[in-house]
């Protein structure tokens, strides 16, 4: 089993048995289908694979053939079908055939499952990447500033000096900024 | 990038097993691969009754958010509500695939085959706003409230249900900052604004009593005095007056919860459910 991010790690330790019976695969199986999985762009942020996003969660090769599990970003993804339909079609393309594709809801993906070379991709593309995700105990206090308090830097320029023009952009994930510097609309991810 | 320049292409192309994107293709299931038995000690049938309470909250809300979409005052307001409605909608499929798993019935026929009678949502969530003020002080009340609720639900014994609560928490965490500071744009705004948002509270306001009712069901209830604190930390950067006064009485005992609604509930129904009834065989 290969974890899509070290905070499943606690969940693979029992999978692990099942590398012996990988379709005669063994490990190359698990490699190959790993690699077919994580190499599925994201529909909305095509620039990103499903592994730099996070969504990515686990790929088991067993008896049962191939699983793997994805997670929403958001309740109301409409993206997660696609997904499930192309990480499905790719692995057929590597030659597997018993696929099943599993969502996990717990624990809620948040932006910090963002990958570092998915953070870089973004920038790239010209979307500023999240800043870390508020950390939440108990009540969530309210925000009241319509201006917001963390601006992302301009992924064109760099400047700091960047204004909110709304909170969401042409996907939940995203918001709308411009630059105050060089004067370029951008979108960022939004820190979640 | 994909394979797929065109992305009409992939809707029409034959998915393995026959499925095409345009007609559907299988994986349609929001809790697929989820282990959706019942924990020992969990009452299934109140499990699912509150679960279809609190997803038809969900459905019901988001399509009056979706009737905004095209008139709303601008683009980025429209993208903000119908992301908002889009998250919730997220929540009623989760909400109503769990109740509906242990009913014996897919999240579908539970939205489009029950008659209004058969619907548990509370009745601000069928309120139709009657301006932008109403839309966002609907959104503050609902939010505040949820954002609550779905906090105690997180540590909820079904661990199902649990996993949604925590799920959609970011998401009402956002909803509500985004209903709050319009609350006090407007509050704190022109005369007329602040004129037009506390005529909207005040409207509102003898819906919000059967938010904090208690349910049979119920598997965690929110303390009216918190949301309230919340509410009155925005009402007071937006110069408004938190409403008093009557509220929405229950009908011969009955609420929403129980199953009456207002007015405005067919008018809703009849939208959202005319398409699947006439056509009561097709898949999407």
């Known amino acids: 089993m290969v974890t899509g991010f070290p905070a499943d790690a606690g969940a693979s330790a029992a999978a692990d048995e099942s590398l012996d019976t990988s379709e005669g695969l063994g490990a190359d199986g698990q490699d190959a289908a790993y690699a077919a999985a994580a190499g599925t762009p994201d529909p909305e942020l095509p620039m990103l694979t499903i592994a730099d996003l996070g969504i990515l969660r686990s790929v088991d090769v067993g008896a049962e053939g191939v699983v793997v599990t994805i997670t929403p970003t958001y309740s109301g993804c409409p993206a997660m079908r696609e997904i499930g339909a192309d990480v499905r079609r790719r692995l057929v393309a590597a030659g597997f055939d018993r696929i099943t594709v599993k969502t996990q809801l717990a624990p809620p993906w948040s932006t910090d499952w963002i990958t570092d070379g998915g953070r870089r991709k973004l920038a790239e593309a010209g979307i500023a990447p999240p800043s870390p995700a508020p950390r939440r105990s108990g009540p969530v206090p309210v925000k009241l500033s319509t201006v917001p308090a963390d601006s992302p830097r301009c992924p064109r320029c760099g400047s700091a000096s960047t204004r909110e023009t709304a909170r969401f952009s042409a996907t939940a994930c995203k918001s709308l900024h411009r630059c105050e510097a060089c004067g370029e609309p951008f979108e960022a991810v939004k820190a979640l | ?284």
Request: some cysteine.
């Open chain 2, 1 to 284: 990038m994909t394979e797929h320049d065109n992305p009409y292409d992939l809707l029409a192309e034959d998915q393995d097993g026959g499925h095409r994107w345009a007609f559907g293709t299988g994986f349609t299931d929001p809790l697929a691969g989820i282990d959706t038995s019942v924990p020992p000690g969990v009452d299934g049938a109140a499990l699912a009754r509150y679960c279809l309470a609190l997803g038809d909250d969900a459905l019901i809300y988001s399509h009056r958010l979706q009737e905004w979409l095209t008139r709303m005052p601008e683009l980025e307001e429209e993208t903000a509500i119908a992301n908002i409605a889009l998250d919730l909608l997220g929540q009623a499929r989760m909400l109503l695939a769990r109740a509906g798993g242990i009913l014996g019935q897919s999240e579908d026929q539970l939205a489009f085959f029950r008659s209004e009678s058969e619907f548990r949502n509370v009745r601000l969530a069928e309120h139709a706003d009657r301006d932008f003020a109403e839309l966002v002080g609907r959104l503050l009340i609902f939010s505040s409230w949820r954002l609550a609720l779905f906090g105690l639900l997180s540590s909820a014994q079904d661990p199902v249900l649990a996993a949604i609560a925590a799920k959609g928490t970011n998401e009402l965490a956002y909803h509500r900052d985004y209903a709050a500071q319009w609350v006090i744009r407007l509050g704190d705004g022109t005369e007329l604004s602040h004129a037009r948002m506390q005529a909207a509270l005040d409207a509102l306001w003898p819906l919000t009593a059967e938010l904090f009712l208690p349910d049979g069901d119920e598997l965690a209830s929110v303390d009216r005095g918190s949301v309230d604190t919340v509410l009155d930390i925005v009402l007071a950067a937006a110069g408004l007056a938190r409403p008093g006064g009557a509220t929405l009485g229950a009908v011969s005992g009955r609420t929403g919860r129980d199953g009456v609604h207002t007015e405005a509930m067919g008018y809703i129904l009849a939208e959202l459910q005319s398409v699947a009834r006439a056509h009561p065989d097709a898949t999407w």
